[in-house]
């Protein structure tokens, strides 16, 4: 492992955004696991765990989803501030909700979570994208709900074509990168920092 940090590690949140199954939970999860394995300080805010308490007064109505996220991001605001890494997976459909979330949170980085709505709809893990087509759900991001796609994220992940651990293994270095963790994974002891570099470049990370 070696150290790229060009700062002591500081608290920052990554808000992931996508359509519903395009990856959010599962590439965070996965990130997550490995933070914890370096021994970073990390909290993991996800869409559905938040429904079932913070926000389970509201809807999906417009209104209800906007505020859905000022909740979260206010929680957000307090980890990321007190030097805690903090994962947000939201599907966050609206440009102006994810304005707000930069306007809120002193340090946050947007990662776009992309697959196109096909994919998501063949992976539908719990078969929302069907209840949607058939009615049964009104309002659905993808189907009868618009997404609007992020302009200028901090960072993308393609997880048409990324296997969950290639993600994964992007984020960590976008971190280590961006100075939040004192170490990239897999790169040799021996190696100093210009190597490193050119070795990330090689993998196509810079």
Same mark, same amino acid.
């Given at each position: 492992?070696?150290?790229?940090?060009?700062?002591?590690? =500081?608290?920052?949140?990554?808000?992931?955004?996508?359509?519903?199954?395009?990856?959010?939970?599962?590439?965070?999860?996965?990130?997550?696991?490995?933070?914890?394995?370096? !021994?970073?300080?990390?909290?993991?805010?996800?869409?559905?765990?938040?429904?079932?308490?913070?926000?389970?007064?509201?809807?999906?109505?417009?209104?209800?989803?906007?505020?859905?996220?000022? *909740?979260?991001?206010?929680?957000?605001?307090?980890?990321? *501030?007190?030097?805690?890494?903090?994962?947000?997976?939201?599907?966050?459909?609206?440009?102006?909700? *994810?304005? @707000?979330? *930069?306007?809120?949170?002193?340090?946050?980085?947007?990662?776009?979570?992309?697959?196109?709505?096909?994919?998501?709809?063949?992976?539908?893990?719990?078969?929302?994208?069907?209840?949607?087509?058939?009615? =049964?759900?009104?309002?659905?991001?993808?189907?009868?709900?618009?997404?609007?796609?992020?302009?200028?994220?901090?960072?993308?992940? @393609?997880? =048409?074509?990324?296997?969950?651990?290639?993600?994964?293994?992007?984020?960590?270095? @976008?971190?280590?990168?961006? !100075?939040?963790?004192?170490?990239?994974?897999?790169?040799?002891?021996?190696?100093?920092?210009?190597?490193?570099?050119?070795?990330?470049?090689?993998?196509?990370?810079?």
């Amino acid at each position: 492992m070696t150290n790229l940090s060009h700062k002591d590690s =500081e608290g920052v949140c990554l808000w992931l955004t996508g359509l519903p199954a395009s990856g959010k939970t599962t590439v965070a999860k996965l990130v997550e696991r490995r933070l914890l394995d370096q !021994g970073e300080r990390i909290e993991r805010l996800d869409g559905d765990v938040v429904r079932q308490s913070l926000t389970a007064d509201l809807g999906f109505s417009r209104r209800d989803r906007d505020k859905n996220i000022a *909740r979260v991001a206010f929680v957000a605001k307090m980890l990321q *501030r007190n030097d805690v890494i903090t994962l947000c997976s939201f599907i966050t459909p609206y440009r102006a909700q *994810r304005d @707000y979330v *930069r306007n809120e949170i002193a340090d946050v980085r947007i990662v776009h979570v992309e697959a196109p709505v096909e994919v998501c709809i063949e992976r539908d893990p719990k078969g929302m994208y069907k209840k949607a087509q058939e009615g =049964e759900i009104e309002g659905f991001t993808g189907i009868d709900a618009p997404y609007e796609q992020p302009v200028t994220p901090d960072l993308a992940l @393609y997880t =048409e074509d990324e296997t969950v651990e290639e993600s994964a293994d992007r984020v960590m270095v @976008y971190l280590a990168q961006e !100075g939040f963790l004192q170490q990239v994974p897999d790169v040799p002891e021996d190696e100093d920092e210009q190597t490193v570099h050119k070795h990330l470049e090689k993998l196509g990370y810079i």
